[in-house]
C-alpha cells in the first residue's frame, strides 16, 4: 500500500520529518494538516494501519513517528515494537484514548518514548513533537501521573538497574521524571557529551534501545522480549 500523502519538498537539516499512523481517515487529515502547516516540520505520509506502516516505515526513517494505539490488524503497540529496532533513531509517540496502566507501560516498554490522548489540541501536540525531538517524554497530564504514581510504587530490590554505577542510576532517575538531556547536565553539573555517554551505558547494560523500555525497567514493569537482537 503506498503513503496516502505527499512527500513535501527537500527541507533544512533542523526540519524535524514525521510520520502518522491513523486509520481514521478524518483525523488523519486534520493532524496531517496541523504538521504541514507547522514551522520546522516536515510531512513525510500517512499510514492507515501497522502492516503499511512496517513494509514502508523503514525506507522513510522519519525523525518522529505518531501512532494510534488502537489500529485494525495489529495495535499500535505491535507497530511500535516491530519499528523500533529497525529504525532505533525514529521516537515514537502513541496517540490514544486509552488513559489506563496497562496500555500506558505496554507501549512505553514496546520502545514508545511519548503518550499523548486523542483530545490533545493542536498547540500541544506540535510542542509534542518539539520536545520528543530535543531528547523529552512528551505525556500528557493524566498519563504523566500514572506514571509517577507506579513509580512511587515501584519495588527497589532485585531490579536490573543493580548493574548500573551510582551515576547512570542518577541519570536513568532523571530520564524517568522526563528531562531532557540538557536539563540532566544542568542538573549534574556534567556535560550534555557526558550525559549522552552515560545514557549509551545506560541502554546496553540494560539491554533496551529506548527512553520508554528504560524507564520501564527502572520502575519494575514487565519488559517484553522486544529487546531480544539489540546491538
Known amino acids: ?18 510520520v502518522l499512523v491513523e486509520d481514521d481517515p478524518s483525523l488523519r487529515d486534520i493532524l496531517s494538516g496541523w504538521i504541514h502547516e507547522a514551522d520546522r516540520f516536515c510531512f513525510l ?4 494501519d501497522t502492516e503499511s506502516a512496517t513494509a514502508q516505515m523503514p525506507q522513510l526513517r522519519p525523525d518522529v513517528a505518531i501512532v494510534d494505539i488502537n489500529l ?11 519499528l523500533k529496532p529497525r529504525i532505533p533513531s525514529t521516537q515514537f509517540v502513541m496517540l490514544t484514548v486509552y488513559e489506563d496502566s496497562n496500555h500506558i507501560f505496554d507501549a512505553l516498554a514496546a520502545g514508545a518514548t511519548g503518550y499523548l490522548i486523542k483530545t490533545t489540541p493542536r498547540e500541544a501536540l506540535i510542542t509534542a513533537l518539539l ?11 493524566t498519563i504523566a501521573r500514572k506514571v509517577v504514581q507506579s513509580l ?7 531490579k536490573p538497574t543493580d548493574e548500573l554505577s551510582k ?27 557526558t550525559v549522552n555517554t552515560y545514557i549509551r551505558r545506560i541502554y546496553e547494560k540494560l539491554h533496551v534501545h529506548s527512553r520508554g523500555q528504560a524507564v520501564a525497567i ?9 529487546q531480544q537482537g539489540v546491538p
Open 152 to 158: 512511587q510504587h515501584a519495588k527497589p530490590a532485585g
Open 218 to 226: 527502572y520502575a519494575n514493569l514487565p519488559h517484553p522480549k522486544a
Open 131 to 141: 520536545e520528543v525531538h530535543g531528547g523529552g517524554s512528551p505525556m500528557s497530564s
Open 167 to 193: 551515576r547512570e542510576n542518577e541519570v536513568l532517575a532523571l530520564l524517568a521524571q522526563g528531562y531532557l538531556y540538557k536539563e540532566i547536565a544542568d542538573t549534574m553539573g556534567i556535560g550534555l557529551q
Open 72 to 82: 485494525p490488524g495489529l495495535s499500535g503497540i505491535e507497530c511500535v515494537r516491530t
Open 45 to 48: 505520509g500517512a499510514f492507515p
Open 1 to 18: 500500500m503506498k503513503v496516502d500523502s505527499t512527500q513535501s519538498s527537500p527541507t533544512p537539516a533542523t526540519t524535524i520529518s514525521v
